[in-house]
């Protein structure tokens, strides 16, 4: 299905009828196990010499269609669901990575994924350096000898700074290092980061690509196009003791990385995606790209309206003519800029806790990317265990509040929204 778009791909990639007794639904095949032929099938396998399922763990035919969706969708080779957005990031990092190794970031992160930088990976001498990602040339500078790759995000989680990808990944080539983005904020519908030269894309499927609320989820996309064997991954070249001696980079090619982060990521590690959650999630991928010009477009108008607004200090949304990233969003994000919205209100941080105390529409939560609109004051929440600085570093002001701006009618939000002001 290569020549058709993401809608019609995210309806009908992976699913041939003909295997499923005809259902127009892709079945939930809720079975941990699959009964093998005989002992020699069993055998070919488990030896990579035929394709098959062997346990859930490893895959899933209800996962295979989702990854296969996902993969096709971002122009990727190969994908992994995992239980998790950060278990898709935790497998990529863990698959790439030993002690001793060094990571260029952005420091533009969603909170999570900075503290498993900042303070898990530190415990297995695994390094971060942050960098400001507004000037490509910071990567440059950070990265060392044993720096082995960049992660960045796409749209950063709060700070929604848009990256320019492209002059990032051209850093990246220089020092032969893979981009890893995550692109969990703009969805694949909207930007396509393995255009713009990224090697791995990773997703929380939790937020809008599931897009209801009811399942965690998260999922790796290799673009297939770097190089592994070029002397910095040695356990691509050198024959695996985890895997009876595999060179992953002779057997598997391009597929070397997704491969790894299967056979051995989600057998070690375990991470796996349920089977039900990846049911809920492929209904949820076969309205993303409406939902995500749903979700554009009434952040776009809610942004202007704050901006308006006498309450309001300061707004942040990357498609308002204000932003700083004004000119980056029309170039990677001009299809619309997702629902994600800053504002800091007058007042500072007792009022920004008052209006997140006082909406109904708007849920309190900690969560981005349902159609139910949601709000949060991340710096006595998410970010809460981050120093000052920290909450600084990663975007987030003491009286900043963040919106996910969801699929009501735009003017019950507003009405909303004004009624918390009054309070
Ligand atoms: C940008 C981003 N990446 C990754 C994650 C982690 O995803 P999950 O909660 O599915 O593990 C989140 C969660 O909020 C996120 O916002």
Redesign the pocket.
Known sequence: MGNQKISTKALHVGHDTNLTQGTRAVPLYQSTSYVFDDSDHAANLFALAEPGFIYTRLNNPTNDVLEQRLASIDGGIGAVVTA????A?SNTLLTLLKSGDHIVASNSL?G??YNMLNVMLPRFNIKTTFVNPNNPKNFTKATKENTKLFFV?SLG?PKLDVLDLEKISKEAEKFRVPLIV?N??ATPTLLRPIEYGANIVVY?L??YINGNGTA???AIIDAGTFDWSNGKFPEFTKPSPGYHGLVYHDALGPAAFIAKARIEGLRDLGAALSPFNSFQILQGLETLEIRMKKHSENALELAKWLESRDEIKWVNYPGLESSNYYSLSKKYLPKGQSGLITFGPKGGFENAKKITDNTSIFSLLAN?GDSKSLIIHPASTTHSQLSDDEQLLTGVSKDLIRLSVGLEDIDDLKNDLKQAFKK
């Not at 998790?84 to 278990?87: K, L, Q, R, S």
Request: no cysteine; proline share 0%.
């Open positions: 998790g957005g950060t278990a990031i969603y999570g994924t995000e989680n995550d969990t904020v929380s939790t937020k965690l989820g998260g981005i």
